[in-house]
């Protein structure tokens, strides 16, 4: 099992950046293929980026291609999100979580989220 807090939210400015972050706990973060989801007032949740458990693969939604960057570093237990060219509708709460295998697989643990206001 494995706990995520997520940190790094916050209010910017549209075309400024952003560094999420994302801390587990648990011995086997480096086993567990991470995400990042976001959810934006009235709507559902949906998948930001994900990246497998030794950083070599990573995806992403077409949104986000070019300008957010998913990344880990297993000896800090940490997965991040580099947000840039931030446009006002990337304001969401983001989420982080953990699977088990990166191409299926259900997502099994969840963050309580970070909130990211883009102003215009």
């Known amino acids: 099992q494995v706990q995520l807090v997520e940190s790094g939210g916050g209010l910017v400015q549209a075309g400024g950046s952003l560094r999420l972050s994302c801390a587990a706990s648990g011995r086997t973060f480096g086993s567990y293929t991470m995400g990042w989801f976001r959810q934006a007032p009235g709507k559902e949740r949906e998948f930001v980026a994900r990246?497998?458990?030794?950083?070599?693969?990573?995806s992403y939604t077409d949104s986000g291609k070019g300008r957010f960057t998913i990344s880990r570093d297993n000896a800090k237990n940490t997965v991040y999100l580099q947000m840039n060219s931030l446009k006002p509708e990337d304001t969401a709460v983001y989420y982080c979580?953990?699977?088990?295998?990166?191409?299926?697989?259900?997502?099994?643990?969840w963050g309580q989220g970070t909130k990211v206001t883009v102003s215009s």
């Open positions: 979580a953990a699977k088990n295998n990166y191409y299926a697989g259900n997502w099994a643990y």
């Open positions: 990246i497998n458990s030794s950083g070599g693969s990573t």
